[in-house]
């Protein structure tokens, strides 16, 4: 057929380890399989010499496994079934055929080759490399144009320069004219620098200082409330946060571990990495929209600097500190009683 030349190939090795199955030899299988109409879209060929089942969309071929002589399996049934088909006709079926194996009997089953997934894989691969050098690029600007040149020797987590260290062998042709640092640290790494700053995170202890360092007037909270808003709000929240970039990085980082690793692919994931691929582009381009209007001062460009630099510790929610700021009525820090007027410690229980 010349459609064959379409063809994919899903290659599964399918095993009786429980000695559960009735399919003992593999004509059995054959004409099981052939019996199953949910697999065939046409007539179906049975060619009994090579143990193959076709018609003109699928072809199933199935041959025993045959273990060494040593091999203490040697007393176990198993197959290798070859799966050849277009995508659109193997793609969908990959499972229900999986699935078939195991109501068979046929429980220990491996997946040797699967075009499909390797398919899936390649075409995944672009939105991801786009995707990341787009936010790569975003943040090599924000970070020159805003925080300065050397940005990195002042703002970069400890945990981000250890791997740069680690990595500098990694590539050598460019390093030796660039400087290479934001591509040495991990694709969640590029993320976590805009979302961990956009979550206005800060560390309990940061907090129990700023209340241990509060000047016992109503005027002091609002400013504490106003500092502690101003990290949420104007840095990356518009851009970034309520755009949902987080959990849209975050997803994304899940499917491009799956294609780091080789692993296996259904069509879902391919739709699913196109659409989170091209809200993140959107994001991202909104952000460099706004990027050459916004100006810091110099006391918000230290924040970032060292928020940044602290980042891996940053996890305390804005909301959480908000909430608890916010509770906080001003006569009590004008009482010589209150607990925010006691020792850090003391503060420290209160906010746990």
Wanted: hydrophobic content about 35%; proline content about 4%; charged content about 30%.
């Amino acid at each position: 057929m010349d459609t064959q030349n379409n063809f994919l190939t899903f290659e599964i090795f399918a095993f009786d380890t429980s000695n559960q199955s009735h399919i003992k030899t593999p004509d059995n299988l054959v004409y099981l399989l052939a019996s199953n109409n949910s697999f065939w879209k046409g007539t179906q060929q049975i060619d009994c010499n090579s143990r193959q089942i076709k018609d003109n969309f699928i072809e199933i071929t199935v041959n025993p496994i045959k273990f060494d002589q040593d091999s203490k399996d040697k007393c176990i049934t198993g197959f290798s079934i070859v799966v050849k088909g277009e995508y659109d006709c193997l793609e969908p079926q990959r499972i229900p055929i999986l699935n078939f194996f195991k109501e068979q009997k046929l429980e220990t089953l491996y997946i040797v080759k699967d075009e499909i997934s390797e398919q899936i894989a390649v075409q995944i691969y672009p939105y991801i490399y786009r995707v990341e050098n787009h936010l790569r690029a975003y943040i090599t600007k924000f970070m020159t144009t805003k925080i300065g040149v050397n940005w990195w020797t002042t703002g970069s987590p400890q945990d981000f320069s250890r791997k740069v260290k680690d990595r500098k062998n990694n590539e050598t042709e460019f390093a030796s004219c660039i400087d290479n640092k934001l591509y040495l640290i991990d694709f969640g790494n590029l993320g976590e620098i805009i979302y961990k700053l956009s979550s206005g995170c800060i560390t309990k202890e940061d907090l129990i200082k700023k209340i241990d360092r509060l000047e016992e007037t109503p005027e002091a909270i609002r400013k504490l409330k106003e500092e502690i808003k101003s990290n949420y709000d104007k840095f990356f929240k518009e851009s970034f946060k309520d755009r949902n970039f987080q959990s849209d990085w975050e997803e994304l980082h899940k499917i491009r571990n799956k294609v780091a690793h080789n692993n296996l692919f259904t069509n879902e994931d391919l739709s699913v990495a196109k659409e989170i691929y091209k809200h993140l582009i959107e994001t991202i381009e909104n952000a460099e929209q706004k990027l050459e209007g916004l100006i810091l001062t110099p006391e918000e460009v230290g924040l970032i600097q060292e928020e940044a630099n602290s980042i891996e510790a940053r996890q305390y929610p804005i909301e959480k500190l908000m909430d608890i700021v916010g509770k906080l009525p001003s006569e009590k820090f004008m009482d010589p009683l209150s607990p925010l007027r006691k020792s850090p410690s003391d503060v420290k229980k209160m906010i746990d």
